[in-house]
């Protein structure tokens, strides 16, 4: 082969290299493998605070009636709960019973509070690390979506990222107030 040959040769080659459909599907690839590192992938609420660290909590002190009783399945935030309400199994409708661990990932809900009229967002955390409460099971679906929208859906057990995926109640966290969409 001549000098002549050599220098075509690479120069198509590189050619190639650069413009070929692997080429482009390598790089696309690490596009996306690095945007999804970067970005989140669940877009679901995050249960960090105790509700009594956030402002928007109504007081519900003084209330009567089964609205206002987290035992019972009308209690008002329960209006997209599906699950074993905590506060029949030792724990609150915010605090998850003792020997149980909070499950961050969570699905959320618009219930609204008839002691002031206003729409609160409801965090539903599970409570896992035991067994089913079997208390309380509570099922209503306002505003319940299906399942392969995540956050918004109640029918799934959300005990993941925590040490046992074994399901025992769930929570209704107020984490704000719901803003009106225009
Ligand atoms: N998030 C309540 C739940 C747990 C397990 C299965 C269905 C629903």
Redesign the pocket.
Same mark, same amino acid.
Do not use: A, E
């Given at each position: 082969m001549n000098w002549l040959d050599r220098i075509t040769e690479g120069s198509t080659r590189k050619v190639a290299r650069l413009s070929s459909r692997r080429s482009f599907l390598t790089r696309l690839g690490t596009v996306v493998a690095g945007t999804a590192a970067a970005v989140p992938l669940l877009p679901v609420a995050r249960g960090n605070a105790p509700e009594e660290s956030r402002a928007a909590a109504p007081d519900e002190s003084g209330m009567n009636g089964e609205e206002f009783d987290p035992k019972s399945c009308a209690y008002w935030r329960h209006c997209s709960i =599906?699950?074993f309400a905590c506060s029949c199994c030792g724990g609150t409708q915010s605090t998850c019973p003792p020997g149980t661990e909070l499950a961050r990932m969570t699905?959320l809900g618009t219930c609204r509070n008839p002691g002031d009229n206003v729409d609160y967002i409801i965090s539903?955390n =599970?409570c896992c690390g035991k067994g089913s409460c079997g208390r309380c099971l509570c099922n209503r679906n306002e505003g319940d979506r299906p399942m392969w929208m995540p956050p918004k859906n109640?029918?799934?057990?959300?005990?993941q990222g925590v040490t046992s995926q074994s399901?025992h109640c769930?929570i209704a966290a107020v984490v704000g107030v719901a803003v009106a969409d225009d």
């Open positions: =599906d699950g699905w539903y =599970d109640n029918d799934t057990n959300w005990c399901y769930t």
